[in-house]
């Protein structure tokens, strides 16, 4: 692609930030795929942040670039608010103590959805900044690119809202927040593990004996995570 616009010395400034927008959002969705495969995103957040970039990626095949949109897309989960049930339709069929059981529950699903999405576009964010200013500092073409200056700073600009969302959810949620966050990383920790052990044993560090008691002791403490609510598939 960087060979291509090279070689299209008429490019105008337009139709080059056009093509590197194309590509930064390319990023975004191989991010959130890779994210969605290890299990860091549930399906419904990787067909919302999906269709987001589909929606960008229209625009951009119509000429208009991201300052130029007009239409804006909920693309984040809301988290309900209490009183819209209270006195809506469902407190008319439940009694109120499961009225308050089923709705708490969805709420915290709701944080959680809400906490996962601006998580994953800060580490999709990230890596845009990451390859951008790789290419700035590497490559002659975009060392002095005032095209490539505007991507990172619109990214820049992305990547702090969504560490402020974050930190705005930490501030309002702390408990459902921390123990999402201990979930995440005790199910990285139990996935290295099992990486680790697995290429021990290739190696032949491991006989097949030891090897086996070390993963029926991960698989017993998965087993304790997610009775504890502190593991998802």
């Known amino acids: 692609m960087f060979q291509e616009i090279k070689k299209q010395t008429k490019n105008t400034k337009r139709e080059t930030e056009r093509i590197l927008s194309h590509y930064a959002l390319g990023i975004e969705r191989q991010t959130y795929q890779s994210l969605f495969t290890i299990g860091e995103i549930t399906e419904e957040r990787f067909v919302a942040l999906n269709d987001s970039i589909l929606r960008q990626i229209d625009f951009l095949e ?6 130029e949109r007009k239409a804006t897309f909920q693309v984040a989960p809301n988290v309900p608010k209490f009183t ?6 469902l407190s008319k069929l439940c009694p109120t ?11 915290k699903s709701k944080i959680i959805d809400r906490m996962i999405h601006y998580r994953a576009r800060r580490i999709a964010s990230w890596r845009v900044l990451r390859d951008f200013k790789s290419l700035q500092k590497n490559h002659d073409l975009f060392q002095h690119s005032h095209t490539i200056a505007k991507i990172i700073k619109r990214y820049e600009g992305w990547n702090k809202n969504s560490e402020a969302k974050i930190a ?15 979930r995440m990383a005790e199910q990285e920790c139990l996935k290295r593990e099992h990486k680790i052990e697995r290429e021990f044993f290739e190696k032949g560090f491991l006989n097949q004996k030891v090897f086996l008691e070390m993963e029926e002791a991960v698989e017993q403490r998965e ?9 998802r598939d």
């Not at 705005?168 to 201990?182: G, N, S």
């Open 62 to 67: 119509h000429n208009i670039l991201p300052e």
């Open 84 to 89: 819209c049930w209270q006195t809506g339709w």
């Open 97 to 107: 103590s499961w009225l308050k059981f089923i709705f708490k529950s969805y709420r």
């Open 168 to 182: 705005q959810m930490e501030k309002l949620y702390p408990k459902t927040i921390m123990k999402e966050r201990l």
């Open 223 to 231: 087993g304790a995570c997610r009775r504890k609510g502190l593991f």
